[in-house]
Structure formats: C-alpha cells, structure tokens
C-alpha cells in the first residue's frame, strides 16, 4: 500500500509540474471583455484552430488538469487509508484486533 500511495503521491508531483508549463507557456488573452461578447477573431472555434500551439497547449491544459484532480484525490484516499489502518491496529491469524500498544506489550 505504501509502494502505490508513492506511486500516486509521485505522478501527482509531475502532474502538477507539467500543467504549471503548459499554463505558463500559453499566449495571454488581451481581448479581455470586450472580446468576450464581440467574440475574438483567434478563438478555440476559429478556422484551422486546434492546430495552433495555443489550441494544443488549450488542450493539454484542460487532460492535465483533470489528470491533477483525479491524482489528488486518489493520494488522499490512499493516505485516509493508511492513517486508519494505523490508528485500528492489524488483525492476528485469529481475526481479533491488535492494537499497537496491546502489540507493543
């Protein structure tokens, strides 16, 4: 259980890393809001723009995004887990609780 709330905990970190990249290389939107109700001329929906590096980066944004949330809440699953097991103690052969200071004794 430990190896896989590392795995999770590491893949998050990268997550995390990549997706502030991505945000961080994308080109700012200075239509504000008047581009907004208009309607801006470089949007999403523009002809030939999901081949733009800015619909690609759009893209990245939003799957590393939902990637960051579901590891997230993974790695606190799995630490909850963790945390319960060791405050209930582990079972014997005999299906009885064990606790740490009954354990210890």
Known sequence: METLKTIVLVLDLICAVLLTLVVLFQSGKSAGLSGAIAGASDSFMARGGSKTLDAKLAK????????????????VILVSSVKTTAATGSQDSNNTVVTTEAAAK
Do not use: E, N, Q
Request: aromatic share 12%; hydrophobic share 75%.
């Open 60 to 75: 990245a944004t939003k799957w590393l995004g939902l990637a960051f949330v579901l590891l997230s809440l993974l790695a």
